[in-house]
């Protein structure tokens, strides 16, 4: 943590101190001795393996520095470690940050008090760990897009044609069972109904478009077609709450961002006239930014398993073990 040093004392305009380690006889000395306006910043509790165990001596050893804990790690507010969750049983009071407590508010509200109608768009490569997510979003949304590398695992479902598509035969049969869940529930789960399809997985690739019906084989589709961007532009123009997790297609290659660019831009207006936009997860959050609209967005997630299981419905465990939240 020493290059965080003078950055923080910068920042903060008070006197920075920094110890070599997170517990200990010496630290506790340290942080003893600390006058009124004065930091102590330790070092990285990873460096002790009990950390991520969520190890009690190390909760412990951290608890013997404070009287008080704010957290506001929200990216790892999901995992139950010693500076997450154990800490806090030693402590007088524990309490959110300023972060966590606008992450809260704004996945737990998206999902639990939304202003309908409530949009989910869901993309990435594989269903399989979007699972969790979208069986809990049917029971909670009134539209659901899906695009990315996922889709092609429900037109198998669905008798189609994949082509060199990336499918998880596995998952097949459960992405059937999503669509039926979907039906039954009345949400509109809304697939794409075309594609960008390339002869390889590289941006100088062969590209052409197809209907899902009609990929060819020895083709992959990577990108979502224009077809369906107008169809998903639609949907999110009548919606007032929108939460956008994994690109659309594989946008870090220029011939196959126009879908997930498209999104972006389309999040961006909603937000302008009123919608409450979020966006997690690593890849869509990173996608957002590239296309120039991160700052133009209700609330960009820190954190990408925490804001999936947020979605999810679970409790994190770093929140669950505070006072006050």
């Known amino acids: 943590m ?7 004392k910068a920042l903060l305009g008070v006197e920075v101190k920094k110890v070599d380690d997170c517990m200990g006889i010496e630290v506790e000395k340290a942080a003893q001795s600390l006058t009124k306006s004065q930091v102590l910043l330790l070092e990285n509790t990873r460096f002790h393996k009990g950390e991520t165990k969520n190890d009690p001596i190390l909760s412990a050893g951290l608890g013997k520095l404070a009287d008080y804990f704010v957290m506001d790690a929200f990216g790892t507010a999901h995992r139950a470690h010693s500076s997450t969750e154990g800490v806090t049983h030693h402590m007088k009071f524990s309490a959110a940050g300023f ?20 949009a989910a768009i869901v993309g990435g490569a594989k269903v399989s760990t979007k699972i969790p997510v979208i069986e809990s979003l049917i029971k909670k949304c009134d539209v659901i897009l899906l695009g990315g590398g996922m889709i092609f695992t429900f037109y198998q479902a669905l ?12 998952m097949v049969e459960l992405a059937g069972k999503l ?28 590209i052409k478009h197809s209907k899902v019906t009609d ?54 207006k909603a937000t302008e006239r009123g919608a409450t936009t979020i966006v997690g997860g690593g890849d869509a959050v990173a996608a ?27 409790d994190l465990p770093g929140v669950a073990a505070l006072t006050d939240v």
Request: one cysteine or more; a negative charge.
């Open 215 to 268: 990929i060819d084989d020895g083709w992959m589709g990577l990108d979502i077609g224009p077809e369906t961007i107008d169809t998903f532009l639609k949907e999110i123009e009548q919606c007032n709450t929108l939460v956008f997790n994994g690109p659309m297609g594989v946008f870090e290659m220029a011939p196959f961002a126009k879908g997930t660019f498209a999104i972006a831009e389309a999040l961006a």
């Open 288 to 314: 957002v930014n590239q296309a120039g609209f991160g700052d133009k967005v209700s609330h960009i997630s820190t954190g990408g398993g925490a804001s999936l299981e947020l979605l999810e419905g679970k």
């Open 99 to 118: 972060l966590l407590d606008k992450e809260l508010k704004y996945l737990k509200g998206a999902v639990d008090n939304p202003v309908r109608p409530l």
């Open 179 to 206: 669509m039926e869940q979907a039906k039954d529930a009345g949400v509109k789960l809304i697939l794409p109904t075309d594609v960008v399809l390339a002869d390889k997985f590289a941006a100088e690739a062969n």
């Open 2 to 8: 020493n290059p965080v040093v003078e950055p923080l």
């Open 159 to 170: 008798g189609y044609k994949t082509g060199a598509s990336i499918v998880e035969q596995d």
